[in-house]
């Protein structure tokens, strides 16, 4: 079954520094990655989507399969960036998402 | 445009009474509609999902059921509730390699 890890629960940094939630996957074939986040009080949404190869609020992410990772990225963080971060790969073959466990981001003035 | 509700925002049941969560889709025909429920540490854990009506696939055996009896509605059940049952449910429809999209979810608490 595919597996994602998102190691780190918390991370903290201060506003306009580089910051990095990582994931790591575990797949057999070509994968799909996805980003959610989810803001205080407001929905779960996608962020981005590996295939779309798109940066989105100044995040980006890279698919490197030599590693396994998927790693998400923004060289200068803000504070309207603090949030809930959940990394997502399909479940090959299937129609369903698999959400890691979610990397809580604060982002201090 | 496409738009997800789900209710009720907030529950608050006794252990052992039965459960009912709704979650309806506008905008769209024969949606993959998906119950998940999100819990502190644990992450998003998907609990059921459905590419049809009456087609339901359950990803964890539970005390939980879920039902699609028209195309665009998605009911969460339990006939007895327990105390680890508590979570932040969520509903959502769409395509995995389109993105999915989120009900505002309910805070279910068994007490």
């Known amino acids: 079954a595919q597996r994602v890890t998102q190691p780190e629960k918390l991370l903290s940094v201060f506003k306009g520094a580089p910051v990095e939630l990582k994931c790591n996957y575990s797949?057999?074939?070509?994968?799909?990655l996805f980003w959610y986040v989810q803001y205080s009080r407001q929905r779960l949404q996608l962020l981005l989507r590996?295939?779309s190869r798109e940066s989105i609020k100044g995040f980006t992410a890279d698919l490197n399969k030599g590693e396994t990772s998927f790693h998400l990225k923004k060289p200068f963080a803000q504070e309207e960036d603090s949030a809930m971060y959940y990394c997502?790969?399909?479940?090959?073959?299937?129609?369903?998402?698999?959400f890691g466990k979610g990397t809580k981001l604060t982002v201090n003035p | 445009s496409q738009t997800i509700h789900q209710w009720p925002a907030t529950l608050v049941q006794p252990v052992g009474s039965p459960l009912s969560l709704e979650c309806t889709v506008e905008?769209?025909?024969?949606?993959?509609l998906y119950w998940y429920r999100q819990a502190a540490g644990r992450g998003l854990q998907l609990l059921f999902y459905?590419?049809?009506?009456?087609?339901i696939s359950s990803e964890v055996p539970q005390n939980l059921s879920a039902s699609r009896p028209q195309d665009r509605q998605f009911i969460l059940s339990s006939k007895k509730l327990l105390l680890s049952d508590s979570g932040f449910y969520l509903c959502?429809?769409?395509?995995?390699?389109?993105?999915?999209?989120f009900g505002s979810g309910t805070r279910l608490t068994v007490v």
């Open positions: 959502a429809w769409g395509l995995w390699f389109y993105g999915y999209t």
């Open positions: 797949y057999s074939g070509s994968p799909e």
């Open positions: 590996h295939i």
């Open positions: 997502a790969p399909p479940q090959g073959g299937s129609e369903k998402l698999v």
């Open positions: 905008g769209t025909s024969n949606p993959n």
């Open positions: 459905s590419v049809g009506i009456g087609q």
